[in-house]
């Protein structure tokens, strides 16, 4: 290797309803890592190498956060066994390689990020799943392209959610419009072909609404999912719409007046705050819709989403 890379290397750990990823730095270079990743390997559920925090590409390969153990304690057992599983934004395999390791059958995983499909194979390799998951590119414009005239038991996603300044040049991985929400909403237009008869999609995502409800994931749903059991589990904890994007002119640099104009547009479409929410619908089952909300906080919003 002819360059030292920077990562850090999560180790997930506990069980279902308890998940939690204990974490290291390594630096890509001699032999040292490798070494480092297979010790952390022998003692955890499983192990994953992504870029650290503070790495500012647009092709940040995203490091471990709440919402990726809120969504392994949400992952139903029954979902997942024999499973032909789609995951939409592979990142590291982190998700995948889960799914896998509960008895998924097969798990294909779209990804456009070409640093991310590098690092999700060999966080397969080392997990030992790398027979079953297949990594696919992804397409920005039309999501599900790429798997267009397949079916699949269950779709996984932790898409792109974060708010974003409009012509801020983002990371791939969260980039989503000012809400947070047009992959998502692009996501939930064009899911069911791919959805297999009684099959599932089970979705980690931020959610835009008020303080009580993520009211514009509610509508969107309601809207595009019509014809199923849909589940929407909110965390304990929303942060404020306003908290969320005023860190873009503090850590990020950008125009106090940017944010502000984000701000007033929230507030004149009813946006105050923020959920991290389960989505969870299983096709063709009696029609209904059900919103709860997390036993405890797995975001506590110290420092959104970490950076
Ligand atoms: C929030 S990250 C989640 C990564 C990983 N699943 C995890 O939970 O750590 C979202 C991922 O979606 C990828 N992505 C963005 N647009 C995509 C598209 N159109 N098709 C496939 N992947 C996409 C990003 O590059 C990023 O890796």
Not at 175 to 191: H, P, R
Not at 212 to 237: F, N, S, V
Not at 246 to 274: C, P, Y
Request: charge should be negative.
């Amino acid at each position: 290797m002819s360059e030292a890379v920077d990562v850090q290397i999560y180790s997930l750990q506990g069980e279902q309803n308890n998940y939690s990823f204990a974490e290291q730095s390594a630096t890509l270079a001699g032999t040292d890592w490798l070494e480092k990743i297979l010790a952390v390997k022998q003692t955890a559920l499983l192990s994953v190498i992504t870029d650290p925090f503070d790495y500012q590409g647009i092709d940040q390969v995203i490091p471990m956060q709440p919402e990726q153990y809120f969504m392994m304690d949400y992952l139903l057992p029954a979902d997942v066994q024999g499973a032909n599983v789609l995951e939409v934004g592979l990142g590291s395999g982190v998700l995948s390689i889960h799914a896998l390791q509960q008895g998924a059958a097969k798990v294909t995983g779209l990804e456009i990020n070409p640093k991310a499909k590098v690092y999700a194979g060999f966080n397969a390799l080392i997990n030992g799943v790398s027979d079953r998951l297949v990594i696919r590119d992804g397409d920005v414009n039309s999501i599900f392209a790429p798997v267009q005239g397949e079916k699949f038991d269950l779709i996984i996603s932790n898409p792109p959610f974060e708010p974003t300044p409009p012509g801020m040049d983002y990371y791939l991985n969260s980039s989503a419009g000012i809400y947070g929400f047009t992959f998502l909403e692009k996501m939930l237009t064009t899911v069911l072909p791919q959805l297999a008869d009684q099959g599932v999609l089970q979705i980690v995502t931020m959610a835009p609404g008020n303080l009580e409800r993520p009211e514009m994931l509610i509508k969107t749903a309601q809207q595009y999912l019509p014809q199923g059991a849909t589940e929407i589990i909110c965390d304990l904890a929303p942060i404020t719409y306003a908290a969320f994007v005023d860190r873009f002119v503090g850590i990020f640099g950008q125009d106090k007046s940017l944010i502000e104009s984000m701000k007033a547009q929230a507030a004149s479409d009813g946006v105050t705050h923020l959920h991290m929410c389960i989505l969870r619908y299983r096709h063709n089952a009696p029609s209904s819709l059900t919103i709860s909300s997390t036993p405890k906080i797995y975001e506590p919003w110290e420092t959104p989403l970490g950076i």
